[in-house]
């Protein structure tokens, strides 16, 4: 397992476009979370996943959002009609839990003309 | 205010100095981590401190949680120590299960 891998590296979107992102935690993590990191700021908090329940959403998250984690494995956030607004990095990270350190992927920059 | 304030924001420093990042938080937490993130994005995990010291080669963290304050230190700064250090936590929330907090980063450039 090389750890944490996210897909696409970039992606370049049409305002009112959708975009989906794929996760692949590292496969013994139970947790699995999504953040958003815009220019010069910390990520920020979305949501997150123990096994494939969603157990937490930020108020972050509108509802043109959507996240899954079908058997607990892979995860994919979807962003529908997407604004200018939502240009960031998305990030992905998994752990064993709060006991235990996170491992982060190397991020999806989305990009909204 | 955040909950998680970093300073400085930005660090410029000569090759062989000795950096101090400082973590300042407002909240219960079960845990303090300290991160790494290089151009490009991607972030690597440095430290996950609950009390203590702890010290991984040239880089030393401490945490005081009576103060809830937290220092992340690097010995003799070599240019590839360039990044953005970040600090970030776990509010406690009773058995919760809350993302990290984060800080807003410290960018550091050490120059040869």
């Not at chain 1, 509802?63 to 079908?70: G, I, T, V």
């Not at chain 2, 993130?37 to 609950?50: A, E, K, T, Y």
Request: net charge positive; proline share 4%.
């Amino acid at each position: 397992d090389t750890g944490v891998s996210q897909n696409p590296r970039h992606k370049i979107t049409k305002r009112g476009q959708n975009v989906t992102f794929r996760c692949d935690p590292i496969s013994e993590h139970n947790r699995l979370y999504w953040y958003r990191q815009t220019l010069g700021q910390g990520p920020e908090f979305l949501t997150y996943f123990q096994n494939e329940a969603q157990l937490e959403k930020s108020r972050l998250l509108s509802d043109r959002f959507s996240a899954e984690r079908p058997k607990g494995s892979f995860s994919t956030l979807e962003i529908q009609r997407t604004e200018q607004g939502d240009s960031a990095m998305y990030l992905c990270a998994s752990s064993w839990g709060t006991d235990y350190g996170y491992t982060f992927g190397s991020g999806t920059r989305l990009t909204v003309v | 205010k955040n909950e998680v304030e970093q300073s400085p924001q930005n660090l410029t420093a000569q090759e062989g100095e000795f950096i101090t990042i400082n973590c300042s938080y407002s909240v219960g937490i079960s845990a303090l981590h300290w991160l790494q993130q290089h151009p490009g994005g991607g972030i690597v995990s440095l430290f996950m401190l609950s009390s203590g010291k702890k010290k991984h080669g040239r880089l030393i963290a401490t945490i005081n949680i009576q103060e809830k304050h937290s220092s992340l230190h690097i010995t003799a700064s070599h240019p590839r120590d360039s990044a953005v250090y970040i600090c970030a936590v776990n509010p406690y929330s009773g058995g919760g299960a809350d993302g990290l907090t984060f800080g807003k980063g410290t960018h550091l450039i050490i120059q040869p």
